[in-house]
């Protein structure tokens, strides 16, 4: 019977490791056993979680700052235990949120450019959680939402912009919370947990919407999130200890759509989804490898791609957000791969011949500008994201922002060129009186300019 191939323009995505010279090298990787991603990176800065002698500590790093990286490169160290994890905010690149072993959350502002000085002082610490907090994740669509979840099995939504816990999720969780994220516009939050059940919450209500027990029966960690059209992918284990992944419906709960066995490393797999070409990428933390598939509505819903392979193993990893690529490459993905003493970027690229923009791989993606403020959303309001193109680069986003300090460049520029232009019309006058006449009309000219 003749075997028909699917037909599929991420057939042949292929991931390449960079250079050694754009790696970050000299790097000592936290060696906490904690199933966080460790990395956070955004079109300015990678953020790394480091090993760190009395307290807990991060690098940030611009990301042109590549090579060897200094031992004495300063650090974010102001946790008084390891962190755990750290992201960076969506709507903002130059704020970073932590979670640490000491049981605080804190906001950091990294200065343009990079720290010159180890930061100390947080902007906010939010205090609230009674055990670690191993989870942080902002809302996607929502400006100064950050939600924490703790080793006390409580999850708080809080409004960053006053330092307030505003929803406290305390009831609904038996165990310890292995994952916790939104949905595209932050009006849903999944959760895995240790009793081995993913539930959907109402994130200002705390109330649990849909759930579904022993979706892995395995003992080990499970992740999940969502992905297109509100179905949820879970990684997980067998009974036997086998590595699964598995596709959900929440409005049917009941059976799997497609439920995969992988292989039997004993890694957590931390899931990333693009919802733009519809790719999950699975990570697992000590694997030496990337497997990618395609998540479409024909069964089996979950199509095996292709793996990026490596000798070196993967302590941590970070996920580029879409507008950080470069498109001309055709790049649909950058992963920031953490080893012991390094950081490795591996570029994910669809081999085109054209050197034209590709618009079925870029179709119009989240941006970086929030739709609705934290008081109007803990109130009710529903902020869906804010879309941009990446056809001539994402520097256009951001031309409003600069366009102050661009305005009073040219300000300072014009005034300074006016004042040299009369000087040397002075000069002139003194050189040769006998043009004085034409030489004055010019200087009235100017003077009328400027007022």
Known sequence: MLKVVRASKFRHVFGQGVKADQCYDDIRISQMTWDSNFCSVNPKFVAMIVDASGGGAFLVLPLNKTGRIDMSQPTVCGHTGPVLDIEFCPHNDNIIASGSEDCSVMIWEIPEGG????????????????????????????????????????????????GEAMVRIDSVHPDLIYSACWNRDGSQILTSCKDKTIRVLDPRKGTVIAEKEKTHEGSRPVKAVFVS????????????????????????????????????????????????????????????????????DEAPYVHYLSMYSSKESQKGMGYMPKRGLEVNKCEIARFYKLHERKCEPIVMTVPRKSDLFQEDLYPDTMGPEPSVEANEWFEGKEGQPILISLKDGFATTTKSKEFKVHKSLLKTTSTSLILSKIFKLVLLLLTFPNQRMAHLKEMTIIYIATE
């Not at 990684?235 to 992988?262: C, H, I, N, Y």
Request: aromatic fraction near 8%; glycine fraction near 8%.
């Open 115 to 162: 720290l010159v000085t180890p930061l100390n002082d947080p902007v906010v610490k939010l205090e609230g959680h009674s055990k670690r907090v191993g989870i942080l994740s902002w809302h996607p669509t929502a400006h100064n939402v950050l939600m924490s979840a703790g080793c006390d099995n409580v999850v708080i939504l809080w409004n960053v912009a006053c």
């Open 229 to 296: 059209e509100g179905k949820i992918l879970s990684t997980g284990f067998s009974r036997m200890s086998e590595r699964q992944v598995a596709l959900w419906d929440p409005k049917s709960f009941g059976e799997p759509l497609t439920l995969q066995e992988l292989d039997t490393s004993s890694g957590v797999l931390l899931p990333f989804f693009d919802p733009d070409t519809g790719i999950v990428y699975l990570c697992g933390k000590g694997d030496s490898s990337i497997r990618y598939f395609e998540v479409t």
